[in-house]
C-alpha cells in the first residue's frame, strides 16, 4: 500500500527556515518523481519542486535560490529544505509521487496529508 506522509512544517518567522520531509512507502518499483506543492486558502494547488529518480531538480520561479529539494533513496525519504521564509510561502505543503512521469503538465497520483507551514511577517 502506497503511503507518505510528510513532516516538519509548524511556523517561523520572515527570512527563517524549515525542512520539510516526506517518509514514503510501498512503491515496490521505485518512483519516477517525487514533488512538493502548496495550497493556501481561497487558492489553487500550486507546484513548488520536482526531483526525479536521477536527481535532476525543477523548481518554481518563486522558490528558485530560496527552496532546496533532495532525496534519500536508503531511506525512501524526501525533503525540501525552504530558507527566506517570505509571508506568502504559508501554506499546506503536500509531498507527491508519480511511478512514471516527471512533468509539472501530469497529474501526480499519489498524494501525503500534507504540512502547515506558516511564516509571519
Known amino acids: 500500500q502506497v503511503q507518505l506522509v510528510e513532516s516538519g512544517g509548524g511556523s517561523v518567522q520572515s527570512g527563517g527556515s524549515l525542512r520539510l520531509s516526506c517518509a514514503n512507502s510501498g512503491f515496490t518499483y521505485g518512483v519516477a518523481c517525487m514533488g512538493w506543492f502548496r495550497q493556501s486558502p481561497g487558492k489553487k494547488r500550486e507546484g513548488v519542486a520536482t526531483i526525479d529518480r536521477d536527481g535532476a531538480a525543477s523548481y518554481k520561479d518563486y522558490v528558485k535560490g530560496r527552496f532546496t529539494i533532495s532525496q534519500d533513496h536508503a531511506n525512501n525519504t524526501l525533503y525540501l529544505q525552504m530558507n527566506n521564509l517570505k509571508h506568502e510561502d504559508t501554506a499546506m505543503y503536500y509531498c507527491?509521487?508519480?511511478?512514471?512521469?516527471?512533468?509539472?503538465?501530469?497529474?501526480?497520483?499519489?498524494w501525503g496529508q500534507g504540512t502547515q507551514v506558516t511564516v509571519s511577517s
Open positions: 507527491a509521487a508519480d511511478r512514471q512521469w516527471c512533468s509539472w503538465y501530469v497529474e501526480f497520483p499519489y
